[in-house]
């Protein structure tokens, strides 16, 4: 039973100063109170994903206060990676990640984006969660902690063998996630009992929220208007060239590009895309996603690979349908180059891009677009990992209910299923 909104809920956004105080970061880290739950947040990737795991992690932060009148504080930790030869070693993509981010959004400046990475306990009460969940933390039942688990909010490192979102067969729910929170608001309670759970350690306390979604759906529906407060951006990161008032604006992603560096780095083998990343063809993006438009409209084309040949595929295709079509470069090749193209985004009238990138989900959401259409590929792939996903946010049949904050989002965006279209050679 939720025990009714906490009277200190404004607080999470309350100060001009430090607009997210249960936040730790390295300005209020010795003032932090101890008592509050710890919600280690795994980052991920790099921009887009860093936003989608933040928001994961403050919507289940906002939640926990508004719903059971649970104060928790967050814990950023980055991203690992594991060498050929079993050594782990950081992800170079957050340092730079970060320092774009505490740049240009003033509500992250004095962020701590590796907190939950630092300390010398962390590892410990990781692996004593672990191991308390094989006893099903005593006072819960297998119902609570498949809840708990079911929305990632795992009381420790993830167990092997457990099914990850991608292997759900439903997506996460509004339900799912208020019975989640009730379980582990329940089980703080159990440990300030004194039944054994909870162990402070520095600013860990056992047991702790760990959150390595970026399933936003629900907590972006709810929490939109927080979001956008929390994710504003400085104007003077966004001093670069801006789309024309009638042009629109097609993000190109190319995973197929991104993999196959990445394939080449790590082991030299060249690999096509993953499954369920497939992004439109050229012909498809043309006769399709811009089928709204005249002869003779604007597009301008967005991609951090925009020197690739593929980019100019795309080109051509919209061109044949008399479009008159230029290519954004971000301008540099700076760390900020890819947020240059990010404020691109934000400033267009009209958006098309993939639905599986967070980057253009994120521009969406926060810029002034009046049309966005979010397309993804019905192939194979997408249908094992994310089929019922899919079916629920791109049938019509999903209920966005935002508030009149994000009511002009819901009645601009357009979500569509495109079929998998072969490239001849």
Not at 151 to 175: F, S, Y
Request: with cysteine; aromatic share 10%.
């Amino acid at each position: 039973m939720r025990e009714g909104t906490s009277p200190t809920v404004a607080l999470v956004m309350d100060s001009n100063r430090f607009p997210h105080p249960y936040l730790i970061t390295t300005a209020n880290v010795s003032a932090h109170p101890v008592s509050s739950s710890p919600i280690v947040v795994q980052l991920r990737g790099e921009m887009g994903n860093h936003l989608s795991t933040i928001a994961h992690g403050i919507g289940l932060q906002l939640a926990a206060l508004q719903d059971y009148n649970l104060s928790t504080h967050l814990l950023l930790r980055h991203q690992t990676l594991v060498d050929n030869d079993g050594t782990v070693m950081e992800n170079p993509k957050w340092l730079p990640t970060s320092r774009v981010l505490r740049q240009c959004f003033p509500a992250m400046r004095h962020w701590d984006f590796s907190a939950g990475s630092r300390w010398g306990e962390f590892d410990q009460l990781w692996k004593r969660q672990r191991d308390l969940q094989e006893e099903s933390l005593a006072g819960m039942d297998s119902e609570q902690m498949r809840l708990l688990q079911r929305i990632q909010l795992v009381n420790g490192r993830i167990m092997a063998g457990r099914k990850g979102l991608d292997d759900m067969k439903e997506p996460v729910t509004e339900q799912d996630i208020s019975k989640g929170l009730a379980a582990f608001a329940e089980l703080r309670r159990s440990g300030r009992e004194g039944k054994g759970f909870s162990q402070t350690s520095s600013f860990l306390n056992s047991p702790f929220l760990y959150s390595d979604s970026m399933d936003n759906m629900i907590l972006v529906k709810r929490f939109l208007k927080i979001f956008r407060d929390l994710f504003r951006i400085d104007p003077s990161c966004c001093a670069s060239e801006r789309p024309d008032a009638d042009e629109a604006v097609f993000h190109y992603r190319n995973f197929a590009k991104e993999f196959e560096l990445l394939s080449r780095r790590k082991d030299g083998v060249k690999r096509s895309t993953l499954p369920s990343f497939e992004e439109a063809t050229p012909h498809q993006t043309a006769q399709v996603l811009f089928s709204h438009l005249k002869p003779g409209h604007k597009v301008a084309i967005t991609s951090r690979f925009a020197d690739d040949p593929v980019v100019f595929e795309y080109v051509h295709a919209l061109e044949k349908q008399n479009f008159q079509v230029r290519v954004i470069d971000g301008g540099s090749n700076s760390e900020r180059q890819d947020f240059e193209d990010f404020c691109f985004l934000l400033h267009a009238r009209k958006i098309v891009g993939n639905f599986r990138s967070t980057f253009v989900f994120w521009a969406a959401l926060l810029g002034k677009a009046e049309r966005i259409l979010l397309y993804t590929i019905k192939s194979p792939g997408l249908k094992v990992r994310f089929g019922p996903f899919i079916k629920t946010f791109f049938t019509g049949n999903f209920k966005w209910n935002f508030d009149d904050d994000g009511a002009e989002f819901q009645k601009h965006l357009q979500m569509i299923l495109l079929p998998m279209e072969v490239i001849q050679d």
